[in-house]
C-alpha cells in the first residue's frame, strides 16, 4: 500500500474512534526493517550490522488527552484499550496494546510525564515476515511521544527505549537495538551501517533505480529455532572466555580481529573455532560493504551475501533445508547478483539483491521453482531504502 494511503486509513480510523474532526492529529509513521549482513549475531558481540528502512510502514495517528488515559486502537485487530497511564503493565491479554503501552511506561519514566493520549495504528507491514512490525509500531509511538511531550529524546536514548519495550516490558528472550535503530535513522536510498557499540548513524549508498531488495519469505520457522538461537548466544560467551586465553584484554568478540585472531583461531576446537568465524568474518563483510557500495561495485557487494549466507549455513549452522533451497534457487534465477538468510535463522526468510529489469521475472521464477521443490508457496516483497521514522503530514481529500 502507497504510504500516503496508509496515512488516508489512520486519519479516517482515528476519527472515526475519536471524533474531534477538526482538532490537530499528530501523524507518525516508521517503515518496516531490512538487515542485509550481521543482525542478530553480530550484535551479540558488540559488533556491526548492514540494515535499511523498508518501503511497508507502520503509521500512528495520535491525540493529547488531559485524563491521565491511554486509549490505544488497532485497526488490524479492531480493538481498543484503555489504561490508566499510572497503571501501565504488561497484560498478556492486550496482546499487540503491548508494544505501544511498554513504550508509553519507559518514556514515562524518563521523568517525560503525559496528561494523556489516544491513538489509532494502522500498518501494512507483513506479520510473521521477520520485518520488524512490532519495533516499528514501538518507534512510531516513541517518535509521536517526543512531539507530543516535552523534551524530546535523542535518536540513541529513543532507540534504546524501543529496545527495552521488546526485550523487559512484552518479556520476549529477543530485542535487538538494530531494529528500531534503522527505523528511526533510515534514510532514502541509504543503507544503514549500525555499530553496536558506538551507536552513531553512518551510511552507504544505494541505487535503488538499477537494483532491488527482493525479500522471499521460506514460509518455514523450525520449532527448534528460539532455543538453538539461545545456545549460540550462550556458545558466544564461553568462545570469549577462550579466545582471551590467545588474546588477552579483549572487551568482546568484535575487538578480535586481524592477524591476532589468524593465529588465535589455529589453536582452537574446529567446531569452536567455525562459529567464531562467522562473527569475526561478518563484521568484516560489513565494513567492506560500505568501501563496495561506495564505488558502484553491486557484483561485489551480492557476492559478501553470498558469502554471509554460505557462513551462517557452513560455519554458524543456522539455517534449514528449505531456505537453502531457496538460496540454492535464487543463484540461478536472472538479475539475482546474491542472497543471504536474515534473522536468527531455522527459516525465515532471504533478502536477494536483483536487478530492477529483472525483478518480475526473478519474483515469478522463485516462488515457481520454490513450490515446485518443496510445496510451499513463498511469499515476495520488493524494496527499496526509504526514510526511518518521522512525523508526516495529513492527507487532503481532494474529493467534491
Excluded at 538499477?210 to 514460509?219: C, F, I, M, Q
Excluded at 543456522?318 to 534473522?343: F, H, K, S
Amino acid at each position: 500500500m502507497a504510504l500516503e494511503d496508509l496515512i488516508k486509513k489512520a486519519q479516517s480510523t482515528f476519527h472515526h474512534q475519536y471524533g474531534d474532526i477538526n482538532k490537530h492529529v499528530t501523524l507518525v509513521a516508521a517503515p518496516s526493517r531490512i538487515t542485509l549482513l550481521g543482525g542478530e549475531y553480530t550484535e551479540a558481540v558488540d559488533g556491526y550490522s548492514l540494515v535499511a528502512a523498508g518501503s511497508h510502514s507502520v503509521v500512528v495517528a495520535a491525540q493529547r488527552r488531559n485524563d491521565r488515559q491511554a486509549v490505544i486502537h488497532s485497526l488490524a485487530y479492531d480493538e481498543k484499550i484503555k489504561v490508566n497511564l499510572a497503571m501501565l503493565k504488561f497484560d498478556r491479554s492486550d496482546g499487540w496494546a503491548n508494544f505501544p503501552k511498554g513504550v508509553l511506561y519507559f518514556y514515562e519514566r524518563t521523568g517525560r510525564k503525559f496528561e494523556g493520549i489516544q491513538m489509532t495504528i494502522v500498518s501494512d507491514i507483513p506479520e510473521d515476515a521477520g520485518l520488524g512490525v512490532s519495533a516499528a509500531i514501538d518507534t512510531a509511538t516513541a517518535v509521536a511521544c517526543n512531539i507530543l511531550g516535552t523534551q524530546p529524546l535523542d535518536d540513541a536514548t529513543l532507540v534504546k527505549l524501543c529496545q527495552r519495550v521488546e526485550s523487559q516490558f512484552v518479556g520476549g528472550d529477543r530485542g535487538d537495538y538494530f531494529t528500531p535503530f534503522a527505523q528511526k535513522l533510515g534514510k532514502k536510498d541509504k543503507l544503514v551501517v549500525f555499530d553496536s557499540r558506538s551507536f552513531k548513524p553512518d551510511y552507504a549508498p544505494f541505487d535503488s533505480k538499477n537494483y532491488k531488495l527482493v525479500v522471499v519469505d521460506s514460509g518455514v520457522k523450525k520449532k527448534e529455532r528460539d532455543e538453538e538461537y539461545k545456545k549460540r548466544l550462550e556458545l558466544f560467551k564461553q568462545l570469549l572466555v577462550e579466545i582471551r586465553k590467545h588474546v588477552p584484554k579483549v572487551i568482546s568478540l568484535r575487538d578480535v580481529d586481524g592477524d591476532a585472531y589468524e593465529d588465535a583461531r589455529k589453536k582452537m576446537d574446529i567446531i569452536l573455532r567455525k562459529r567464531l568465524d562467522h562473527v569475526v568474518y561478518e563484521n568484516q563483510r560489513v565494513r567492506r560493504a560500505k568501501d563496495i557500495l561506495a564505488r558502484g561495485d553491486y557484483a561485489a557487494f551480492g557476492q559478501l551475501l553470498n558469502h554471509s549466507h554460505e557462513s551462517l549455513a557452513d560455519k554458524l549452522k543456522v539455517t534449514c533445508g528449505e531456505v537453502d533451497i531457496l538460496w540454492g534457487i535464487t543463484q540461478n534465477l536472472p538479475g539475482c547478483l546474491g542472497a543471504r538468510m536474515a534473522g536468527i535463522g531455522w527459516g525465515g526468510h532471504l533478502v536477494c539483491l536483483v536487478k530492477a529489469g529483472e525483478v518480475q521475472a526473478f519474483s515469478d521464477q522463485v516462488r515457481a521453482e520454490y513450490k515446485k521443490k518443496v510445496n510451499i508457496n513463498a511469499k515476495v516483497y520488493v524494496y527499496e531504502p526509504e526514510e526511518g521514522a518521522r512525523e508526516v503530514a495529513p492527507v487532503v481529500s481532494t474529493q467534491v
